[in-house]
Protein backbone atom coordinates (compact mmCIF):
# COMPACT_ATOMS: atom_id res chain seq x y z
CA UNK A 1 0.00 0.00 0.00
CA UNK A 2 2.94 2.23 0.57
CA UNK A 3 4.36 1.57 -2.94
CA UNK A 4 0.40 2.41 -4.72
CA UNK A 5 0.59 6.00 -2.39
CA UNK A 6 4.19 6.98 -3.24
CA UNK A 7 4.07 5.92 -7.15
CA UNK A 8 0.29 8.11 -6.90
CA UNK A 9 2.28 11.11 -5.29
CA UNK A 10 4.70 10.64 -7.67
CA UNK A 11 2.14 10.95 -10.39
CA UNK A 12 -0.02 13.94 -8.97
CA UNK A 13 3.18 15.91 -8.99
CA UNK A 14 3.04 15.46 -12.46
CA UNK A 15 -0.56 15.84 -13.45
CA UNK A 16 -3.22 17.52 -11.83
CA UNK A 17 -6.27 15.47 -13.02
CA UNK A 18 -5.55 11.44 -12.34
CA UNK A 19 -8.16 9.14 -13.46
CA UNK A 20 -8.39 5.73 -13.15
CA UNK A 21 -10.52 4.28 -16.40
CA UNK A 22 -11.47 0.37 -15.48
CA UNK A 23 -12.64 -1.44 -18.98
CA UNK A 24 -14.62 -4.94 -18.28
CA UNK A 25 -14.95 -7.37 -20.92
CA UNK A 26 -17.16 -10.35 -21.06
CA UNK A 27 -15.27 -11.96 -24.53
CA UNK A 28 -18.80 -14.40 -24.69
CA UNK A 29 -20.86 -11.72 -25.20
CA UNK A 30 -19.02 -9.42 -26.39
CA UNK A 31 -20.67 -6.63 -23.62
CA UNK A 32 -18.41 -4.42 -22.35
CA UNK A 33 -18.57 -1.68 -18.84
CA UNK A 34 -16.96 1.13 -18.84
CA UNK A 35 -16.30 3.59 -15.81
CA UNK A 36 -13.63 5.77 -14.28
CA UNK A 37 -13.03 6.86 -10.62
CA UNK A 38 -10.81 9.45 -8.92
CA UNK A 39 -7.00 7.56 -7.73
CA UNK A 40 -6.86 8.01 -3.96
CA UNK A 41 -4.57 7.25 -1.42
CA UNK A 42 -5.27 4.43 1.26
CA UNK A 43 -4.08 4.66 5.13
CA UNK A 44 -2.25 1.17 6.03
CA UNK A 45 -3.91 1.51 9.37
CA UNK A 46 -7.46 1.41 7.72
CA UNK A 47 -7.24 -2.09 6.78
CA UNK A 48 -6.03 -5.59 8.32
CA UNK A 49 -4.30 -7.94 6.04
CA UNK A 50 -5.00 -11.58 6.13
CA UNK A 51 -2.87 -14.78 3.82
CA UNK A 52 -5.30 -16.72 1.72
CA UNK A 53 -5.15 -20.56 0.46
CA UNK A 54 -2.51 -19.41 -2.42
CA UNK A 55 -0.16 -17.25 -0.20
CA UNK A 56 -1.65 -14.03 -1.70
CA UNK A 57 -2.95 -11.21 0.93
CA UNK A 58 -6.64 -9.40 0.91
CA UNK A 59 -6.68 -6.27 2.39
CA UNK A 60 -10.26 -5.79 4.70
CA UNK A 61 -10.96 -2.38 5.61
CA UNK A 62 -11.87 -2.75 9.29
CA UNK A 63 -14.69 -0.52 9.47
CA UNK A 64 -16.64 -2.98 7.63
CA UNK A 65 -15.03 -6.22 6.61
CA UNK A 66 -14.91 -4.88 3.18
CA UNK A 67 -12.39 -7.28 0.68
CA UNK A 68 -10.42 -4.30 -0.59
CA UNK A 69 -7.38 -4.81 -1.92
CA UNK A 70 -5.58 -8.23 -3.19
CA UNK A 71 -1.56 -8.79 -3.34
CA UNK A 72 0.44 -11.41 -5.38
CA UNK A 73 3.86 -11.40 -3.56
CA UNK A 74 4.95 -13.93 -6.43
CA UNK A 75 3.81 -11.61 -9.36
CA UNK A 76 4.09 -8.47 -7.52
CA UNK A 77 0.46 -7.68 -8.50
CA UNK A 78 -1.28 -5.13 -6.60
CA UNK A 79 -5.23 -4.84 -7.52
CA UNK A 80 -8.20 -2.96 -6.15
CA UNK A 81 -11.29 -4.22 -5.46
CA UNK A 82 -13.84 -1.77 -6.64
CA UNK A 83 -17.98 -2.10 -7.01
CA UNK A 84 -19.01 -1.37 -10.71
CA UNK A 85 -21.14 2.17 -10.63
CA UNK A 86 -24.37 2.03 -11.39
CA UNK A 87 -23.38 5.16 -13.93
CA UNK A 88 -21.06 3.17 -15.62
CA UNK A 89 -21.47 2.79 -19.33
CA UNK A 90 -22.57 -0.64 -20.65
CA UNK A 91 -22.07 -1.62 -24.37
CA UNK A 92 -22.10 -4.38 -26.87
CA UNK A 93 -20.00 -4.88 -30.15
CA UNK A 94 -22.21 -6.60 -33.35
CA UNK A 95 -20.40 -9.82 -34.30
CA UNK A 96 -17.93 -9.18 -37.32
CA UNK A 97 -18.82 -11.05 -40.34
CA UNK A 98 -16.27 -13.22 -41.40
CA UNK A 99 -13.79 -12.13 -44.21
CA UNK A 100 -13.54 -15.09 -47.51
CA UNK A 101 -9.10 -15.43 -47.83
CA UNK A 102 -9.86 -16.43 -51.17
CA UNK A 103 -12.35 -13.77 -51.87
CA UNK A 104 -10.40 -11.21 -50.72
CA UNK A 105 -6.96 -12.20 -51.74
CA UNK A 106 -8.46 -12.02 -55.67
CA UNK A 107 -9.69 -8.87 -55.24
CA UNK A 108 -7.14 -7.02 -54.54
CA UNK A 109 -5.34 -8.86 -57.27
CA UNK A 110 -2.78 -10.80 -54.99
CA UNK A 111 0.03 -12.52 -57.34
CA UNK A 112 2.36 -15.28 -56.11
CA UNK A 113 5.39 -13.62 -56.87
CA UNK A 114 4.38 -10.85 -53.92
CA UNK A 115 6.46 -13.34 -51.98
CA UNK A 116 9.94 -14.14 -51.99
CA UNK A 117 11.53 -16.90 -49.52
CA UNK A 118 15.67 -17.30 -48.93
Request: net charge negative; charged share 25%; hydrophobic share 35%.
Amino acid sequence: MSIWNARLDIAKNEYNLLREAVLIRNIEGRTFTYFETELTQFSPSEYEWKKNDRGNFEGFRKSDDTHTFTWQPHGSQFTIIQQVPPSASKFKLPAIPLIDKEATLVTIGFNEDWISFS
